[in-house]
């Protein structure tokens, strides 16, 4: 059976190719090893490409630049370092306090889960774990002992794993100083005061003397008057 399909084979080489079986195995054995060639050189070129996702990746990886002090800045100064800039770092506050949080980028940069709270101060919305744009504020007044309590944790979080790098500049003003730096202004006016006041007194204590001696004279009058009848009688009598 294998004789007669070797028969067979040689036969059909013979009228398709017109070649020898011992030719068209060669021919064939050649055909082969130059495709083994071939692939082995586009693969070779297709090797840069299958690791250049891979380089991509280390440059993402690449170390972070150390945590660059900014002091006291504004709110509206925070706004950018929210990780839209890529020269500048991934900022984020608490409590007035700002951190470098470049290292959690997945979190807070750009697309992240977190990345509504970059370049704010977000206490608000960390202690009620709030997404509203209302929540994105420094104010905590009103919170709950529970909020405050996460808000705490959030805080201890940060403190132990990044760097803090500033604090926000208070923009409402501070009344405080000003009233300490005027008591000699408003002691003025009770000194001034004090003056007028001796004088009233003064002037009181002369008019209580006047009412005084006003009534000493009033009987005087009236007893002058009390007399005059006694003297019109004995003129008359006279």
Same mark, same amino acid.
């Given at each position: 059976?294998?004789?007669? +399909?070797?028969?067979?084979? @040689?036969?059909?080489?013979?009228?398709?190719?017109?070649?020898?079986?011992?030719?068209? !195995?060669?021919?064939?054995?050649?055909? !082969?090893?130059?495709?083994?060639? =071939?692939?082995?050189?586009?693969?070779?070129? &297709?090797?840069?490409?299958?690791?250049?996702?891979?380089?991509? !990746? &280390?440059?993402?990886?690449?170390? +972070? @630049?150390?945590?660059?002090?900014?002091?006291?800045? *504004?709110?509206?100064?925070? @706004? &950018?370092?929210?990780?839209?800039n890529p020269d500048k770092p991934l900022l984020m506050a608490i409590k007035g306090q700002i951190y470098d949080v470049s290292q959690s980028r997945m979190f807070y940069g750009p697309g992240g889960p977190y990345a509504l709270f970059a370049g704010k101060d977000a206490s608000r919305a960390l202690a009620k774990m709030s997404f509203e744009e209302k929540d994105l504020t420094g104010d905590i007044s009103g919170l709950g002992p529970f909020e405050l309590e996460a808000l705490q944790d959030w805080e201890y979080k !940060?403190?132990?794993?990044?760097?803090?790098?500033? *604090?926000? @500049?208070? *923009? =409402?003003?501070?009344?405080?100083?000003?009233?300490?730096?005027?008591?000699?202004e408003s002691a003025s006016p009770d000194a001034d005061t004090s003056i007028p006041r001796e004088n009233n007194d003064a002037a009181e204590a002369e008019a209580s003397k006047h009412h005084e001696d006003a009534p000493s004279e009033t009987p005087a009058v009236v007893k002058s008057d009390e007399n005059a009848p006694s003297h019109v009688d004995a003129d008359h009598k006279g």
């Open positions: 059976m294998a004789l007669q +399909l070797w028969s067979t084979l @040689k036969e059909a080489i013979a009228v398709y190719t017109g070649l020898s079986p011992a030719t068209f !195995f060669t021919v064939l054995a050649i055909l !082969f090893t130059l495709y083994y060639i =071939v692939t082995s050189l586009f693969g070779s070129s &297709d090797t840069p490409q299958r690791h250049e996702p891979s380089r991509d !990746f &280390d440059a993402q990886m690449e170390p +972070l @630049k150390p945590p660059v002090q900014i002091g006291e800045v *504004t709110e509206e100064e925070l @706004k &950018d370092y929210d990780g839209n !940060f403190m132990g794993k990044y760097v803090k790098v500033g *604090t926000i @500049k208070q *923009t =409402v003003p501070i009344t405080e100083p000003e009233a300490t730096g005027e008591p000699s």
